[in-house]
C-alpha cells in the first residue's frame, strides 16, 4: 500500500475520533504525508520513540495499542503471562494515556498489570519489574528528546530493557497487527495492581543501600553547596527525598524546574547533555554560593554535573569524566570503607573514553566494554553475575548514564546523583573541587579529550541517507581523518578488525558501529543513533593538556563530519 493510500485509509477510519480525523485531513504538504506514511514506527531494542501525532510512523495511542498487542503475544509465547508486566510513564503529553491503554491491552490478553499511579523515573520502572519478580515492562517516556517526542520502552524479566531477539519478536508480530482494529473489549480482564507513592519508599530504601559515604553529605554537603534541576521531570518526587535521607540538609532545587511539565518551559530542550539546560541552576548557584549543580533528565534515568572552579566559574562536565571521576570515587572510598567486593569490574561501552580503564587497572579492577545501549551492559553485568568471578561496581556510557547497585538493571539518573554528591563531598572535604580532581586524574593517567557531534538526517530520505553513509565508510574506509592517518578499522557489525591483509576478531559482533584506530593510538568511531534520524561520530584523542586534548578531539571530530556529508 502507497503512503498516500495508507494516508487516506487513517484520514477515513472510523476508529479516529473527529479531531484525529480532522488533523489528518488539514495536512497538504505532500512531504508531511510521506513522511507520516512511508513506514511503521519501528520498533528495536529501545522499543519506540517518535514525533507525536496521527499516522504509522508517529507516536499515538494506535501505535500504542498494536505494540502493546504484539509485546503481549511475545510474553504469552513466552509462558511468562501470569507474571504480570510493570508499566510507568513521564511527565509527556499524552504520557499517561498512553500508558492506561498499554494497561487496557495487556489486561484484555489475561496479562495481570501494575500500573504507577504517578509519573515516576525509569529506574524505578526496571526496580518494580525486579521487585515483584514481573515477566516485562513498559514505560511511556522519551527520555530527553524534544517535548514533540514521545516513547515506548519495553523491559524483560530481571529489569533489563528488551533483549534484540524478543524485539525481532515484536517487531514481527506488530507486522501482523492492524494498528486501526477496534479498541479490545474484555468482560473478564485480568488484575490491576496501582502503585501508589507508597511504593516510593521502597525504590528509595534500595537506593541508599547504595551510599558509599553518605555522612560525608551531612558534614561537607552544606558546606559546598548542591543545586539541583529535574529539568520538569520527574526526578523532582524522588531525588531531593534520597539526598534527605542520605544526610543533606539543605539542597537548593531549582523551584522553576522542579515540578513536571511535559511542555519544558525554561529549555530549549531537556537535556543535562546540552549545557544550556543549566542556565537557571547556574544562576541559582551563584546567588546561593553553591560549588555544585546536578541535573537529571525528564526521565530522570540521566545526569548531567556542573562544577564551579577556582575562579567561580561554572563548568559543565562530558560524561566521559563525569563517570571517570565517579569510578575513581567508588573504587578510591569504597576500597577504603572496604565494601568494595573482591574482584571489582567496570562495565563501559566501545565509545567511551580509555581514562576509565586506567583507573581501573590502577585499582585492580577488571574492565568489560560493550556496545552502547544499557541493555547490553545489563547483559555482560548477568552474564558476569552467572559467572561468579567478577562483581561489577559501576556500568556507564558517555551519553550520561550509569548503573551502579542491583536494585535495577538500567541507567538511575537518582543513584548516580545521590553517589555523585558524595563525590563532590569528599573533593570539598579534602580542600579541592571536582576540577581540582580531574586535574589530579590527568596527571596520573593522562590528559584524555573528546568531542561527540551528531549528523542530524531527519525524514525518510534521511534513514536511506544513513544506510548509504554507513555503507560508504564499510566499503571505502577513509585512509586518514583530519590530517591523521588510520592504522586500522573495525567493523563492529560482522566483528571483524581490518589492519591491511590481516583481519581478525573485534570480540564482539552485531552491532553496526565502525571504529577507526588511528597511527597515534587514538580513536574516530561512527554510528547510527538508535532513537533519533541522525549519525552520532565520537572522537576519542589525548593531548598533553585536557584543553589541547579537547582541541585535537573537536579537530577530528569534524573532519570526519565533513567526511561523512560527502560520502
Known sequence: MTQNAEYLRWRDAAVLTGEQRAELAALTDEAEINDRFYRTLE???????????????????????????????????????????????DCRRNSDEFAREAAHVMRCHGIPVWLFRQCRPTPQLSFAVRYFGAAAGINVTASHNPKAYNGYKVYWQGGAQLPPDKAALVAAEMARIDPLAPRMTCT??????????????????????????????????????????????VGGFIL?????????????????????????????SPNPEEPEGFAL???????????????????SDRVGIVVRDRSGRYVPLSGNRTGALLLNYILTVGGQKGILPSHPALVKTIVTSSLPEKIAQAHGAACFNTFTGFKFMAEKVAELEAEGKYRYVLAF???????????????DGVVAALLLCEMAAWYHSRGMT??????????????????????????QDGMRRMAAIMAGLRKDPPRAIGGVGVRAWRDYDCGRRYEGASVTPTGIAGSNVVYYELDTGEA???RPSGTEPKIKIYALMQGPTLPEADSRAQACARAAEEMILAL
Open 43 to 89: 520498533f528495536g531494542t529501545a522499543g519506540l520513540r517518535g514525533v507525536m501525532g496521527m499516522g504509522l510512523n508517529r507516536m499515538n495511542e494506535y501505535i500504542i495499542r498494536q505494540a502493546t498487542a504484539a509485546f503481549a503475544r511475545v510474553i504469552l509465547q513466552a509462558g511468562l503471562g501470569d507474571r504480570g508486566v510493570c508499566i510507568c510513564y
Open 188 to 233: 473478564d480482564p485480568a488484575p490491576l495492581t496501582w502503585l501508589e507513592a507508597d511504593f516510593d519508599q521502597k525504590y528509595i530504601d534500595a537506593v541508599l543501600r547504595c551510599a558509599i559515604a553518605p555522612e560525608l553529605l551531612a558534614s561537607h554537603g552544606g558546606q559546598l553547596g548542591i543545586v539541583y534541576s529535574a529539568f520538569h521531570g
Open 240 to 268: 531531593p527525598q534520597v539526598l534527605r535521607l542520605a544526610g543533606l540538609e539543605n539542597l537548593l532545587p531549582v523551584p522553576e524546574q522542579l515540578a513536571p511539565d511535559g511542555t519544558f518551559p525554561t529549555v530549549a
Open 281 to 299: 541552576a547556574i544562576g541559582l548557584a551563584r546567588k546561593q554560593n553553591a560549588g555544585f549543580i546536578v541535573g537529571t533528565d525528564p526521565d
Open 397 to 411: 556510557e558517555e551519553s550520561y548514564g550509569y548503573m551502579i547497585g542491583d536494585h535495577a538493571r538500567d541507567k
Open 434 to 459: 571536582v576540577l581540582d580532581g580531574l586535574e589530579e586524574l590527568s596527571a596520573r593517567y593522562g590528559c584524555f579529550g573528546e568531542n561527540t557531534r551528531n549528523v542530524m538526517l531527519p525524514g
Open 524 to 526: 574516530l568511531v561512527v
